[in-house]
């Protein structure tokens, strides 16, 4: 199969100035990781895979639930219908099939990177097989992740390019059937290098995936990524990061360390301290499904990992957290899930 759509921006990866923030600015380049392009059309129905919805009675398709995230499990409340359940990637749909339904798409890596981790067990995840590319274009590592492969044709440490074929799209996995058949894809931050301790320490499943479950990644809006590097490729990833809108703020105390390891990694989080000085606290700045957006030292004395902020809601604030936090309008509480949480991303455990 011809192939001649993965690569949507041609851009240098050397650092340019950026004035503003005084960093330097690590641009980076993205293709779409199969043929279908339809998320650039005026229909993108084409491009997302629907979901089974029933709500109130009535049965539907939406494909609107095939989108990056609060797009699934339908509530009303008094203030209207919303929706609970966060969906961390996009669902794209094939567009070759076989005479007996089966998905023919290959998949795709977006950009140039390392394999950092293949699943062929596909009983062993939720996600089926699936494949994770580290791409790192200066600004700490990034993740691609590639879910409900039919086949799996990289292995961990293989160097990729963008557009080099990592898998055939499928439909393994849980809640998934050969109908449904799409790619499910992230592109994350890792949250902790620590992840199995952390792992052993709260669950007594086995973890299969070292520190590349999906448990320790934070996606980001990959479709919205598309759209504003596709408008303007001189955007960096940190900027991007920062549009996504705070919606709460923990402190957690510093302790012996002079950083915390997620700004070590991403070292672009970090930002207001002044040369030489060592705050007792850090304060995180989250978006609503977790995204570390950004990390200020806080003045206060800590002993614990404190809710120190969170944006007005109407409704509960369990139904956009991902039920991290509880509470409502400017009152909440971190949640048992939500301190785990927050313990993994500082390193605090
Ligand atoms: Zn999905």
Redesign the pocket.
């Known amino acids: 199969m011809k192939f001649t759509c993965w690569l949507l921006a041609l851009c240098c990866v050397c650092p340019v100035a950026n004035a503003q923030l005084g960093e330097k600015q690590h641009l980076f380049k993205l293709g779409l990781p199969t043929a279908n392009t339809a998320i650039f059309s005026r229909d993108p129905s084409k491009f997302y895979m629907y979901t089974y919805r029933s709500f109130e009675g009535v049965s539907s398709h939406p494909w609107t639930a095939g989108r990056y995230g609060f797009v699934r499990n339908q509530r009303r409340t008094d203030h209207g219908i919303i929706f609970t359940k966060f969906?961390e990637?996009i669902?794209i749909r094939p567009i070759l099939r076989d005479k007996n339904n089966q998905p023919l798409d290959e998949v795709r890596s977006l950009t140039d990177g390392v394999v950092a981790y293949a699943n062929k067990v596909s009983g062993r995840s939720n996600y089926g097989n699936y494949v994770v590319v580290r791409h790192d274009w200066g600004d700490g590592p990034f993740y691609s992740l590639y879910a409900h492969l039919r086949s799996v044709a990289v292995s961990s440490g293989d160097r990729v390019k963008g557009g080099s074929v990592l898998g055939q799209l499928g439909y393994t996995g849980a809640g998934i059937n050969r109908e449904r058949s799409h790619v499910?894809l992230e592109f994350a931050m890792m949250l902790s290098e620590r992840f199995e301790t952390w792992y052993k320490k709260y669950f007594r499943s086995p973890n299969h995936h070292n520190i590349h479950s999906g448990l320790n990644f934070s996606g980001m809006d990959i479709a919205g990524l598309f759209h504003s590097h596709k408008g303007n490729p001189q955007l960096t990833l940190p900027e991007f990061i920062r549009m996504a809108g705070a919606y709460y703020k923990v402190a957690v105390p510093a302790k012996h360390l002079q950083s915390l390891p997620i700004s070590k990694r991403y070292p672009w989080l970090e930002r207001g301290r002044e040369p030489g000085k060592f705050p007792p606290a850090w304060e995180i700045t989250l978006s609503s499904s977790g995204l570390p957006m950004e990390v200020r030292p806080y003045s206060k004395k800590i002993t614990r990992n404190t809710l120190t902020w969170v944006k007005d809601s109407p409704v509960s604030h369990s139904y956009n957290t991902l039920s991290r936090l509880s509470g409502i309008g400017s009152k909440a509480k971190l949640t048992n899930s939500g301190l785990l949480y927050i313990q993994l991303l500082s390193d605090t455990f």
Do not use: T
């Open positions: 969906h990637g669902d499910h």
